[in-house]
């Protein structure tokens, strides 16, 4: 089993979210121990965000970019291929004002990719990236699960629809920033909720 853990937080060390996905990855390693694990932590280096320059290499044909177009594709290139070898996606993912990370969406637009990782049919889009199992460990200083603030879950369910993963499990760590005991109590629960989402 092939896993990519991808960390979006900005903090590098102090990272809840980063130590959840990490404690995810521990749990399913603890099943099958045989399983490689792929690392790509955002938050120490970040991918550059979809500027002209960048949508410009990409949509310029391959033998035809220049030495800096062809190393802005590559950079790209290097994530697709990440995910396309995986089997599963673990993923770390603070709320950052009500939604995901600008680090987490420059990863999203640079696997997004036409006829690579999605494709158009006369049936409408179909994802590429199939079979493979997505577990997304969520952390917020507030309460949000399950209301219509919650703009992460809906937005992460239909990007990895769309891109073929279906499969795809949330544990919430929610209510950091409302005191060291509702911070403790939260961190515990999503312990208790990553068992029941490997399990499942
Ligand atoms: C820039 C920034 C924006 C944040 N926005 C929100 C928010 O909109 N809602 C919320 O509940 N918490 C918000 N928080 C709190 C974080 O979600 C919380 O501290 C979480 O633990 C951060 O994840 P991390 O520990 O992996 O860095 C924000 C934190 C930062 C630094």
Same mark, same amino acid.
């Given at each position: 089993?092939?896993? /990519?853990?991808? #960390?979006?937080?900005?903090?590098? +060390?102090? %990272?809840? %979210? =980063?130590?959840?996905?990490? =404690?995810?990855?521990? !749990?399913?390693?603890?099943?099958?121990?045989?399983?490689? /694990?792929?690392?790509? +932590?955002?938050?120490?280096?970040?991918?550059?965000?979809?500027?002209?320059?960048?949508?410009?290499?990409? *949509? %310029?044909? $391959?033998?035809?970019?220049?030495? @800096?177009?062809?190393?802005?594709? $590559?950079?790209?290139?290097?994530?697709? $291929?990440?995910?396309?070898?995986?089997?599963?996606?673990?993923?770390?993912?603070?709320?950052? #004002?009500?939604?995901?990370? %600008?680090?987490?969406? #420059?990863?999203?637009?640079?696997?997004? !990719?036409?006829?690579?990782? *999605?494709?158009?049919?006369?049936?409408?889009?179909?994802?590429?990236?199939?079979?493979?199992?997505?577990?997304?460990?969520?952390? !917020?200083?507030?309460?949000?699960?399950?209301?219509?603030?919650?703009?992460?879950?809906?937005?992460?369910?239909?990007? *990895?629809?769309?891109?073929?993963?279906t499969d795809v499990r949330f544990v919430y760590a929610?209510?950091?920033?409302?005191?060291?005991?509702?911070? @403790?109590?939260?961190?515990?629960?999503? @312990?208790?909720?990553?068992? +029941?989402?490997?399990?499942?």
């Amino acid at each position: 089993m092939n896993i /990519l853990q991808i #960390n979006s937080s900005a903090r590098l +060390d102090a %990272s809840h %979210s =980063s130590r959840l996905a990490t =404690s995810i990855v521990d !749990r399913l390693r603890a099943a099958q121990p045989e399983s490689t /694990l792929t690392i790509r +932590d955002l938050g120490r280096t970040p991918h550059p965000e979809l500027d002209e320059a960048a949508l410009q290499a990409l *949509f %310029s044909p $391959a033998e035809l970019r220049t030495p @800096q177009q062809a190393e802005r594709v $590559a950079l790209d290139d290097a994530l697709i $291929a990440e995910i396309q070898a995986a089997d599963v996606v673990v993923l770390g993912v603070p709320m950052y #004002n009500f939604g995901v990370p %600008s680090a987490l969406k #420059n990863w999203i637009d640079a696997i997004a !990719r036409a006829k690579v990782t *999605f494709t158009y049919t006369d049936k409408g889009p179909v994802g590429l990236l199939t079979n493979k199992k997505v577990y997304v460990a969520l952390t !917020r200083g507030g309460l949000y699960r399950n209301t219509p603030a919650d703009t992460q879950v809906p937005y992460l369910k239909t990007i *990895f629809s769309f891109l073929g993963m279906t499969d795809v499990r949330f544990v919430y760590a929610e209510g950091l920033a409302m005191g060291p005991e509702a911070e @403790q109590k939260a961190l515990a629960s999503a @312990q208790s909720q990553i068992e +029941d989402a490997v399990l499942a």
